[in-house]
């Protein structure tokens, strides 16, 4: 790779990372607001428990996303490298 392509990678791959920390910061922050709200406002059952769960399930299927299979990862490396394989088997086949 050439350096002008390693630096765009590197300035994506740190966009990526530093979205998922936005959206971290933001999720304890509403949360923190609702749990209050919740707890201290309507006294009836403790509903801030709905949102958390679900933007969690969000915010965690963000992070696989950017840390786990995002470009550059381990997984997704290894798993671009066997299609190449595969691909390059089949083609060998049909010569």
């Known amino acids: ?22 959206h ?19 006294r009836g059952r403790p509903w801030s428990i709905y949102p958390v769960l679900g933007w969690g399930l969000g915010l965690a299927l963000h992070g696989i996303a950017v840390f786990v299979l995002g470009s550059g990862s381990g997984l997704r490396e290894r798993l671009v490298e066997r299609e190449r394989e595969r ?4 083609q060998d086949r049909m010569k």
């Open 1 to 22: 790779m050439s350096p002008e392509e390693i630096e765009t990678l590197a300035r994506k791959r740190a966009g990526a990372k530093m979205g998922w920390y936005v």
């Open 24 to 42: 971290a910061c933001l999720y304890v922050l509403v949360n923190v607001f609702m749990f209050a709200l919740s707890y201290f406002g309507m």
């Open 87 to 90: 691909l390059q088997r089949e």
